[in-house]
């Protein structure tokens, strides 16, 4: 299988030198082994971002290297970085969510529920006697009608 011509996607072997922080918690990704090409903007938080031990903007950039760096491809790496920022940001909304739950969790007097081993009386339609219902017909057992012997 032949390479691709024109610029081909160079990211740097090693993870730790594929990612250089700018100071302001941001940083690049260098495209080419000279960094004439980078992709910048990257969160650090969305560089670190792994699932299961793998960097998963480092992984899917990697298992791309060499193919040419056209615009299908450009596309990918930034709509993959973008998932990531957005689940980042999902995942801050959600722990804010809970913050809030566990500073003012629910209470039986607020959901209006009897306190903890009071018991109410059961509704006539949850109950289970005999006055409600038909007697059972009993189950006669023996031949059907009409089997043969």
Same mark, same amino acid.
């Given at each position: 299988?032949?390479?691709?011509?024109? #610029?081909?996607? @160079?990211? =740097? !072997?090693?993870?730790?030198?594929?990612?250089? @922080?700018? %100071?302001? %918690?941001?940083?690049?990704?260098?495209? *080419?082994? /000279? *960094?004439?090409? $980078?992709?910048? +903007?990257?969160?650090?938080?969305?560089?670190?971002?792994?699932?299961? +031990?793998?960097?998963?903007?480092?992984?899917?950039?990697? &298992? $791309?290297? +060499?193919?040419?760096?056209?615009?299908?491809? *450009?596309? %990918?790496?930034?709509?993959?970085?973008?998932?990531?920022?957005?689940?980042?940001?999902?995942?801050? &909304?959600?722990?804010? #969510?809970?913050?809030?739950?566990?500073?003012? =969790?629910?209470?039986?007097?607020?959901?209006?529920? =009897?306190? &903890? +081993?009071?018991?109410? =009386?059961?509704? #006539?339609? &949850? !109950? /289970?006697?005999?006055?409600?219902?038909?007697?059972?017909?009993?189950? $006669?057992? %023996?031949?059907?009608?009409?089997? !043969?012997?």
């Amino acid at each position: 299988m032949g390479r691709a011509s024109g #610029v081909l996607l @160079e990211v =740097p !072997r090693r993870p730790l030198d594929a990612f250089r @922080e700018d %100071g302001s %918690g941001s940083g690049f990704i260098p495209l *080419q082994a /000279d *960094q004439s090409l $980078r992709m910048a +903007g990257v969160s650090r938080r969305a560089w670190e971002f792994a699932v299961s +031990g793998y960097l998963v903007l480092y992984r899917w950039l990697a &298992a $791309r290297n +060499g193919e040419a760096l056209d615009t299908a491809l *450009q596309r %990918g790496m930034l709509d993959v970085a973008w998932r990531i920022e957005e689940l980042l940001s999902l995942f801050n &909304a959600a722990d804010t #969510v809970l913050e809030r739950a566990l500073a003012r =969790p629910l209470t039986r007097a607020a959901l209006r529920l =009897p306190e &903890a +081993g009071a018991t109410r =009386p059961m509704p #006539v339609e &949850a !109950r /289970d006697d005999d006055e409600h219902e038909p007697p059972a017909k009993p189950i $006669r057992r %023996g031949r059907a009608p009409g089997a !043969r012997s």
